[in-house]
C-alpha cells in the first residue's frame, strides 16, 4: 500500500535503481550481495530489501519508530527463506 501521492511504479524503478547502484558499489568493496538497504529521512524510513524473486520496498512515516523493529526482523525472516 503507498500513500495516493506516490506512484508504486515509480517507487518500483527508484528502488531498483538505488539497489542497483549500491550493490554495484559494495562489490567493489569486495562485497558479495545486498540483502536490505534502510534509509532514514526526514519523513521516516524506507527499507529496501532483495529477498531472491524481486525487492519488497516498505516506507514508513517515521511516526511509529518503534514499529520499524519488527518490521526489520519480519523482513529479514522474508529474505531469509
Excluded: C, H
Excluded at 12 to 25: D, F, K, P, R
Amino acid at each position: 500500500t503507498m500513500p495516493n501521492d506516490l506512484d508504486p511504479e515509480s517507487i518500483g524503478v527508484w528502488a531498483l535503481g538505488i539497489y542497483m547502484n549500491t550493490e554495484n558499489s559494495l562489490k567493489k568493496m569486495g562485497q558479495e550481495r545486498v540483502y536490505q538497504i534502510v534509509a532514514r529521512t526526514l519523513k521516516g524510513y524506507v527499507v529496501i530489501a532483495d529477498f531472491g524473486g524481486g525487492l519488497l520496498v516498505t516506507v514508513s512515516d517515521g511516526k511509529d519508530t518503534d514499529a520499524l523493529i519488527p518490521l526489520m526482523r519480519a523482513i529479514t525472516q522474508l529474505v531469509a527463506q
